[in-house]
């Protein structure tokens, strides 16, 4: 009895483990729509798969994962971010006509998704952090001063400092 109440819950197990997207595509319907294949939870986007939309522009892509992950939907210059769980399905919308908001989702946390879409890109966050990283410990470190970051954090007492002029990290 234990046996067959473990097989039939086994596809169960399996589609907790599944993202599904459901989606449709307005405007000129391409050929295919790629997106990012989670790895370990990480979005990348060396990872990616596609997905051919019918004549409608309708389309459905299945994950499996057992971690919350992002997952970047891309048609030419059009994409969308999807914050996503397993065991979860999504509907999605990428509106080629609409140039403000190509990327929609609905649903429960249709706000959420739709604020995080909203965000400047990370490639931009990092232009404009530029400015901070010429002072840090990584700048340092790329410039093998070692002494300077041993100093500063501690690592150094000031007679072995003097004496020996010798580092070790």
Same mark, same amino acid.
């Given at each position: 009895?234990?046996?067959?109440?473990?097989?039939?819950?086994?596809?169960?197990?399996?589609?907790?483990?599944?993202?599904?997207?459901?989606?449709?595509?307005?405007?000129?319907?391409?050929?295919?729509?790629?997106?990012?294949?989670?790895?370990?939870?990480?979005?990348?986007?060396?990872?990616?798969?596609?997905?051919?939309? =019918?004549?409608?522009?309708?389309?459905?892509?299945?994950?499996?994962?057992?971690?919350?992950?992002?997952?970047?939907?891309?048609?030419?210059?059009?994409?969308?971010?999807?914050?996503?769980?397993?065991?979860?399905?999504?509907?999605?919308?990428? =509106?080629?006509?609409?140039?403000?908001?190509?990327?929609?989702?609905?649903?429960?946390?249709?706000?959420?998704?739709?604020?995080?879409?909203?965000?400047?890109?990370?490639?931009?966050?990092?232009?404009?952090?530029?400015?901070?990283?010429?002072?840090?410990?990584?700048? =340092?470190?790329?410039?093998?001063?070692?002494?300077?970051?041993?100093?500063?954090?501690?690592?150094?007492?000031?007679?072995?400092?003097?004496?020996?002029?010798?580092?070790?990290?």
């Amino acid at each position: 009895m234990t046996l067959i109440i473990l097989l039939i819950s086994l596809p169960a197990c399996r589609d907790q483990k599944k993202i599904i997207i459901r989606g449709e595509i307005t405007g000129e319907i391409p050929e295919k729509l790629e997106y990012t294949v989670p790895v370990h939870g990480v979005c990348n986007y060396g990872f990616k798969d596609f997905v051919q939309p =019918d004549s409608l522009g309708k389309f459905k892509i299945e994950i499996e994962t057992e971690e919350e992950v992002f997952i970047k939907l891309m048609i030419n210059n059009v994409q969308g971010t999807l914050i996503s769980e397993p065991g979860k399905s999504y509907n999605v919308r990428l =509106d080629l006509n609409n140039k403000e908001t190509p990327f929609s989702v609905s649903g429960k946390y249709s706000s959420v998704q739709e604020a995080y879409n909203k965000l400047p890109s990370p490639v931009y966050i990092q232009i404009g952090a530029g400015e901070f990283l010429r002072d840090t410990l990584a700048v =340092d470190t790329a410039k093998g001063n070692r002494e300077n970051i041993a100093w500063e954090y501690g690592l150094i007492e000031t007679h072995m400092y003097c004496k020996h002029k010798h580092v070790s990290i």
